[in-house]
């Protein structure tokens, strides 16, 4: 069974940091890639990172390009969010996501195979 575990969310002021942190388990997800989206009520999940673990190469949404990294521990089976510079406008459910093959960097939710259950990150003006 495969499980994705995010933490790390929590309540922030404007221009403060947070990491979140997603432990994948039940298989090693050390060449596929991963990613972060987010949604906020009446939204569509939108992309945020996505990272491929086997040649480093990493994804951003224009939103958050330069203010949030993607990094992955491959020995701790673990994809990471460094949330740089927050604006409100960041506030979200955050949610981490797996594909099960294939090295592309998608930024659409369907291309993803498993998902974990989200960390909410508020961040107040």
């Known amino acids: 069974q495969v499980q994705l575990v995010e933490s790390g969310g929590g309540l922030v002021q404007a221009g403060g940091s947070l990491r979140l942190s997603c432990a994948a388990s039940?298989?090693?997800?050390?060449?596929?890639?991963m990613s972060w989206f987010r949604q906020t009520p009446g939204k569509e999940r939108e992309f945020v990172a996505a990272?491929?673990?086997?040649?480093?190469?990493?994804l951003f949404a224009d939103s958050v390009k330069g203010r949030f990294t993607i990094f992955g521990d491959n020995a701790r089976n673990t994809v990471y969010l460094q949330m740089n510079s927050l604006k409100p406008e960041d506030t979200a459910v955050y949610y981490c996501a797996a594909r099960s093959s294939g090295a592309y960097l998608y930024s659409l939710p369907g291309a993803y195979d498993y998902w974990g259950q989200g960390t909410q990150v508020t961040v107040s003006s």
């Open positions: 990272i491929n673990w086997s040649g480093g190469n990493a």
């Open positions: 039940g298989r090693t997800f050390g060449t596929y890639p």
